[in-house]
């Protein structure tokens, strides 16, 4: 069984209040976040044709922009540790704007990488990672609600995008509708602008501490400049998480099921009309997927917070990952459109189930003060597998010219991963049992020292 839940914040998360507003703000910044590289392929054909680009050098703008949002996890984690989340989503929406605004005047897609891949994406990091922080800091019990309703800003954002950038291309062609793409960005500020700081209830003294005591300089005053800059140096990239059990197994398990979640959604509409199903109809198995998964995320949040399902949250993301990766496996059996407009909804039941469990899964592994240093390194390493996924997948086309293979591929290897932690859960958290009793004899032992040094000093 999972430990209890444990809260190293030294105070107690309000778990509402204000802290619903900080969700809403999460919601704006995540779902520009996560959206963005999705929509701007809307884009990508008319720039194509001005720019006299070919397809792969158009297909780098996304790519170089998702994996600039993953690869700045740690320097994002360095800055909300240090500045807060409210002044980093504010930067990172001022990026986000200001990449697409002067994208918009670009003439060569060298320009567009730059703005639009490297600046743009260094927003979006900003404000995924700072995001997903503050929501750890004002929810503990309602942790999974919360962030379910956070990350459903992604299908929600990517269902109004996809439809306003088609519009917004027919009638000002694609300068003026990155120029508007990036005043609407501009909105995450205003998220920023909700995520105000904790108030934490000060402090009471409990006693007046003895005269030497008092007048004793405290030790570690000459060391601490030394020991900041440590410290600074470990939370940008803490190699010790790899000395976590825990958290070595989910990060295996989740880069299983990075690898193969988003080439079934670059893929899907290509599948489809090579089964012989309309242009329209078969874009439009997107947009079903969209809005499924942006009722489940939410929902899945909700029955997480379940006092069945919370302390046993590690193996509902596992069935959930299973789930995601049976759909796949199931997809080439298909035919009609029918059967595929029923694959696109469980397609969008299991994307959103994993989605709105993958960082609460992590916060339940890491608590709070762990947290922000462990998503900026799981996210630098996601953007991999991230990348190399739909070439991968790709590939498996061009080798074959039939695309079953990639959803064959895409299904086993996420089936993979969430089997793999299912089976070492069950093995992590029977070690944790074992490990238990040390443990206490350990801290029972280093309060004892503690004890007989304050007897010797006093």
């Known amino acids: 069984m999972p430990p209890a839940l444990a809260n190293g914040l030294g105070y107690k998360p309000l778990d509402g209040g204000w802290g619903w507003m900080v969700v809403v703000g999460a919601h704006i910044s995540i779902g520009f976040a996560y959206s963005t590289p999705k929509v701007l392929s809307i884009f990508f054909k008319e720039i194509q044709q001005n720019l006299e680009a070919s397809s792969s050098e158009i297909a780098w703008i996304s790519s170089i922009m998702l994996a600039v949002m993953y690869a700045g996890g740690p320097v994002s ?3 909300v540790n240090r500045f807060g989340s409210r002044p980093i989503v504010m ?7 200001v990449s697409m605004v002067a994208a918009s005047f670009g003439n060569s897609i060298v320009y567009l990488y730059l703005c639009i891949g490297v600046i743009g994406g260094c927003g979006l990091s900003l404000n995924l990672n700072a995001s997903l922080t503050i929501i750890s800091k004002y929810f503990l019990v309602k942790r999974p609600l919360a ?3 956070a990350m459903a800003g992604s299908p929600v954002f990517l269902c109004i995008l996809a439809p306003v950038n088609q519009f917004l291309l027919q009638m000002f062609g694609w300068r003026g509708s990155l120029l508007i793409l990036g005043g609407l960005m501009l909105n995450c500020c205003v998220a920023g602008a909700l995520m105000r700081p904790v108030a934490r209830p000060p402090k ?13 300089p405290p030790k570690t005053c000459n060391t601490r400049p030394k020991m900041g800059c440590v410290n600074n140096g470990k939370k940008f990239l803490d190699f010790t998480f790899f000395k976590d059990r825990g958290f070595v197994i989910y990060l295996i398990g989740n880069v299983l099921f990075i ?10 509409s290509a599948y489809a009309i090579d089964q012989g199903v309309e242009e329209y109809s078969a874009a439009y198995l ?15 949040g909700l029955i997480a917070s379940s006092k069945w399902i919370r302390p046993r949250i590690q193996y509902f993301f ?15 059996l298909v035919k009609s459109y029918a059967f595929l407009v029923t694959y696109a909804v469980f397609f969008g039941v299991g994307f959103g189930m994993v989605f709105a469990l993958i960082f609460e899964c992590l916060m339940d592994l890491m608590g709070n003060q762990r947290f922000p240093s462990a998503v900026g390194l799981v996210t630098i390493i996601e953007c991999f597998p991230m990348l190399l996924g739909p070439p991968t997948a790709g590939l498996l086309v061009d ?6 293979y990639l959803f064959f591929m895409c299904g086993s290897v996420i089936v993979t991963g969430g089997l793999f932690l299912f089976v070492m859960n069950i093995y992590n958290y029977h070690m944790l049992e074992k490990e238990k009793p040390a443990k206490v004899r350990e801290q029972n032992q280093i309060t004892m020292e503690n004890q007989d040094q304050l007897n010797i000093s006093s």
């Open 259 to 268: 690898f193969g979640a988003y080439a079934p959604i670059v893929f899907l």
């Open 318 to 332: 596992s069935f959930a990952m299973v789930f995601n990766g049976t759909c796949h496996l199931l997809c080439p």
């Open 77 to 79: 984690s360095l800055l």
């Open 399 to 404: 080798i074959f010219d039939d695309y079953k």
């Open 204 to 216: 009471r003294p409990t006693s007046a501490p003895p005269l030497n005591e008092a007048k004793e």
């Open 286 to 300: 997107l947009s079903i997927t969209g809005f499924v998964d942006m009722f489940v995320r939410p929902a899945t």
């Open 91 to 97: 930067l990172g929406g001022l990026l986000c704007g």
């Open 147 to 149: 962030n379910g309703l």
